[in-house]
């Protein structure tokens, strides 16, 4: 018989590390961003470019894009607060960011997060996994 990936004993302890993003999904809906918001994301990767640091990011029911980042961040999952800024997308050029990371309230490295995802299914509603099982796929295009 297997063993469940994470102790019943665990979930209470898993319940208080993830409170702030169950909160966070309770109220979140599938929108457009716009202005300073406080949302969850993946960082994809992230990179110290000549003109400044960018990550590529999938957002919590809104897709994935390009930020400025005033710190390097590593790859995993975050709950921040992001300035989002309307641009043009342009087929033919190069990709301006869609906003910049403002702060940090939250982090996990992405297998751990996954982890705490399964961990807790029961508790989160059937469309918020299909979000973030979206958020945390690689983007392939």
């Known amino acids: 018989m297997k063993k469940p990936a994470v102790s019943v004993l665990k979930t209470p302890a898993i319940c208080d590390k993830m409170k702030p993003v169950l909160e966070f999904m309770d109220g979140a809906k599938f929108r ?12 994809v990767s992230a990179a110290d470019l000549l003109h400044g640091k960018e990550g590529e990011l999938n957002f ?6 390009f930020v400025r980042l005033r710190k390097m961040l590593q ?16 087929e033919e050029g ?8 403002v702060s940090i309230e939250w982090f996990a490295a992405a297998p751990a997060f996954q982890k705490m995802i399964d961990a807790l299914a029961k508790r ?18």
Do not use: Q, W
């Open 75 to 90: 790859e995993g999952v975050y709950l921040g607060m992001i300035k989002f800024v309307h641009s043009s997308e342009c």
């Open 60 to 65: 919590f029911k809104g897709g994935n894009g």
């Open 32 to 43: 457009g961003h716009t202005g300073l918001e406080k949302v969850l994301f993946r960082v």
């Open 124 to 141: 989160i509603r059937h469309s918020d996994r299909l979000a973030l099982a979206e958020m945390m796929r690689f983007n392939s295009d």
């Open 94 to 101: 190069p990709i301006d960011p869609v906003g910049t990371v």
